[in-house]
């Protein structure tokens, strides 16, 4: 036991004769060693100079104020230059990067692990303009890492906790002028939103991280999460998934490829006018990445100068341009989550379905890109093409844009769009894109009439019915044109295949037991019972496998944003809370039919096979069933988890954007103290 923990504290050598550790060192020279750290300075004569203190300052700041110039010298900051306005940098930089960029320690992705770069130009760039920089931390998980995983529980209820933990850094420092949010992916992003929109009357610029670089030869990082099912159904062989996974993630920093959660959070971000022009979808680590940074940096120094504050950047008007945004790129559905919640973090009017109906009836999809198409460009060609205000002047021509609204440049929309279509980086971006790498930036980044000539169909659809009588949600754009009808209706009658986790259900389709044709139904998956997981094992398998494009599924748990297909998840209300989808049963016939031209929808519940009824037969049916005798909250949920799907379902659950409405949740609990006898 002792030889342990001397092997461990490293005194288990001898200094006689020689002897050489593990590391190559002689023993006299480990003992040398040993000696110098035994020799502890308990004393240090501390930093030379005065602090710039006044008598109104000594009588009349608080405490706090003076010791911290104390501290920011300590940490070495020179004493002369401590009366700077004071900026605070908030990031989800994860992992340990030594001097020339190899891991130290890695992060959890690839979209915090460079972000320090960013943070170190834009702290480069207050200081050399007489500002204090600082920076704080909260990193944030990876998605893709936790898919399929319990992992996954965690994903959802991260975002408002580190929401959470960001305005409280924020506020700790109280002698902050303004913030920037460095942040780059799936719930990191939004936190870093929903953290700013929450403190209104600060300045505040979103700084978003860029993208990964796709492989010159390989697949993208949402294709390369399927090949278990690919080489369980036989379609790849073992090397091929060996070589592929390897390149994937091309450049070791930045969201991944395609326009999901990560990549639609950055648009969004762009959209509502936290960052400045042309800011999202950056390439990760190249020089107009870290420019990008200074450029925030300034813009920020900027708003505070003009006595701009978050309140006059995210507003109604602002939240509505994020929508037609989402819906001209064909946003993740996961955006349908955390738009809302940035309304409710800036005390705003919250989108609710209609709203979203009326945007994507009346937006054309513009982008083609991962993972929509039709032609699958990566997310740089977007950026190429002229990203956010890109599209934004396609929207202006159609009247789709408030232009009033202000942006962190200090600037109207209006007046940023005017400048971006006479800029010289518009069209030295569009003319490489064009003569280097032989794209047309015209077929990335659409104008309508093209889109309409394309049969692009807008972005999303929800669905109602006797399955879903709150709603669902379908990325119906993204469903495969080969699977539709004459009149571009997706419709699918079949039997359901019901599954209680997403477990059984992958192990279903990678051993044969799901096939061309079938329904699958996924219940109990929602808010109460995983924190409401991602799906993505699922929806990518049916995406990359033959047979996947004539199979269905359903859900009440939510899906990733590279997910496509017919894929119908928010199912609400959620099994678990009483909905009708905790009822079905294997065997059960299931109606689906999604018009992508009107984006009209319903799932219904119609009988079983040779005993069909009518959608209201179905469900006076579904009212009398008791639900899955298999249905329950996931063994492996945290309590952390179960009290965050409390508070939501307190404060309006999925179609609210997950939030915590404290006026609601206080009221609920008094309610509940009072029944309970406890007051």
Not at 133 to 159: E, I, K, W
Not at 268 to 288: C, D, K, N, R
Request: glycine content about 12%; overall charge negative; aromatic content about 6%.
């Amino acid at each position: 036991m002792y030889e342990q923990i001397e092997s461990i504290m490293g005194e288990n050598e001898s200094v006689s004769g020689g002897k050489t550790s593990i590391s190559g060192e002689k023993a006299s020279d480990l003992s040398q060693k040993q000696s110098d750290l035994f020799k502890i300075t308990a004393h240090a004569p501390g930093v030379s100079g005065r602090l710039p203190l006044t008598d109104d300052l000594l009588r009349n700041a608080p405490s706090g104020d003076l010791f911290g110039m104390s501290q920011n010298v300590g940490m070495g900051w020179k004493p002369g230059d401590l009366n700077g306005k004071q900026y605070l940098i908030l990031s989800t930089q994860g992992g340990i990067r030594n001097e020339d960029g190899s891991p130290a320690a890695l992060g959890y992705h690839t979209g915090h692990w460079e972000v320090g770069l960013l943070m170190k130009a834009a702290a480069e760039e207050l200081s050399s303009r007489g500002g204090i920089p600082f920076a704080g931390y909260v990193s944030d998980p990876c998605d893709g890492r936790s898919q399929g995983t319990t992992g996954m529980f965690d994903s959802l209820p991260y975002r408002n906790d580190a929401a959470m933990v960001f305005r409280r850094l924020i506020r700790s420092l109280p002698t902050r002028k303004g913030v920037l949010g460095v942040a780059t992916c799936d719930k990191g992003l939004p936190a870093m939103m929903l953290a700013l929109a929450g403190m209104p009357q600060l300045p505040g610029v979103i700084v978003p991280g860029g993208v990964t670089l796709p492989p010159t030869d390989g697949e993208d990082a949402g294709k390369i999460q399927t090949i278990g099912a690919r080489y369980a159904n036989g379609e790849l062989s073992l090397e091929m998934a060996s070589e592929l996974g390897c390149r994937a993630c091309a450049t070791p920093g930045g969201g991944c490829q395609f326009l999901g959660t990560a990549a639609t959070a950055q648009v969004v971000a762009e959209a509502l006018g936290m960052t400045v022009p042309h800011a999202a979808l950056a390439p990760s680590g190249q020089p107009i990445w870290t420019e990008m940074a200074r450029q925030s940096a300034r813009a920020l120094i900027s708003m505070e100068s003009q006595g701009m504050r978050m309140a006059d950047i995210v507003t109604d008007a602002s939240i509505r341009n994020a929508m037609v945004v989402h819906a001209a790129f064909g946003g993740s559905t996961n955006l349908l989550l955390h738009i809302p919640a940035i309304a409710h973090a800036a005390g705003l009017t919250l989108p609710d379905v209609q709203d979203w109906i009326e945007v994507n009836k009346h937006v054309p999809r513009l982008v083609s890109a991962l993972p929509n198409g039709p032609i699958y460009y990566p997310t740089i060609r977007v950026f190429q093409a002229g990203g956010v205000p890109e599209v934004m002047l396609h929207l202006r021509r159609l009247s789709l844009l408030d232009e009033s609204v202000m942006t962190v440049t200090g600037a109207s929309l209006g007046h940023v769009l005017d400048w971006w279509e006479s800029s010289e980086r518009r069209q030295m971006m569009r003319k490489q894109l064009q003569e280097k790498d032989g794209i047309d930036p015209d077929s990335v980044i659409m104008n309508a009439e093209q889109s309409q000539r394309l049969g692009i169909s807008s972005t999303v659809t929800f669905p109602t019915g006797n399955i879903a009588p709150e709603g669902s949600v379908i990325k119906s754009t993204s469903i495969d044109p080969d699977v539709l009808d004459a009149h571009g209706v997706y419709r699918h009658r079949g039997t359901a295949k019901v599954f209680t986790t997403e477990r059984e259900a992958i192990r279903a389709i990678k051993t044969g037991v799901i096939v061309a044709g079938d329904i699958i139904v996924l219940l109990g998956r929602g808010p109460s019972g995983t924190g409401m997981e991602e799906t993505y094992q699922l929806t990518s398998a049916l995406k990359h496998l033959s047979f996947g494009k004539y199979v269905s599924l359903i859900t009440d748990a939510r899906f990733s944003g590279v997910s496509t297909g017919a894929c119908i998840g928010h199912v609400g209300p959620e099994g678990l809370a009483g909905g009708p989808i905790g009822k079905l049963r294997d065997g059960d016939l299931i109606d689906i039919v999604v018009d992508r031209n009107t984006l009209d929808g319903s799932i219904n519940f119609v009988g079983e096979v040779g005993m069909e009824v009518s959608p209201e037969e179905g469900a006076f049916i579904l009212a009398q069933r008791p639900f899955h005798p298999d249905m329950q909250p996931d063994e492996a949920l945290p309590d952390d988890t179960r009290l965050w799907a409390a508070l939501q379902s307190v404060s309006g659950g999925t179609w609210r954007g997950n939030v915590y409405d404290v006026a609601r949740i206080i009221t609920a609990l008094e309610a509940g103290k009072k029944a309970l006898g406890w007051l």
